[in-house]
């Protein structure tokens, strides 16, 4: 019984900062750095295509840690509930 609370509040902490990361990231993604942004137009090719696919990959990363730490944290939630009853 205890075990499952102890799994039950990892599952929570882990969940949270799955959902923090993603945040973070689907910011970063939003707000790329604009000297960086500026350098990589003023190249050009492949420079430009590199950052855009970089921001893409925070974009979805961030979608993916989000759900993902929606799906831990609500885990972490039943087996909580279920130690109660």
Do not use: D
């Amino acid at each position: 019984m205890a075990a499952r609370k102890i799994f039950g509040f990892i599952f929570l902490v882990l969940g949270a900062v799955l959902i923090i990361s993603g945040v973070f990231a689907y910011n970063k993604s939003r707000h790329p750095n604009t000297c960086v942004v500026n350098f990589s137009k003023s190249l050009g090719g492949k420079a430009s295509l590199a950052l855009r696919k970089s921001t893409e990959q925070n974009k979805y990363y961030g979608f993916g840690a989000v759900s993902g730490g929606i799906i831990v944290v609500l885990s972490g939630g039943v087996l909580l509930f279920k130690v109660k009853k």
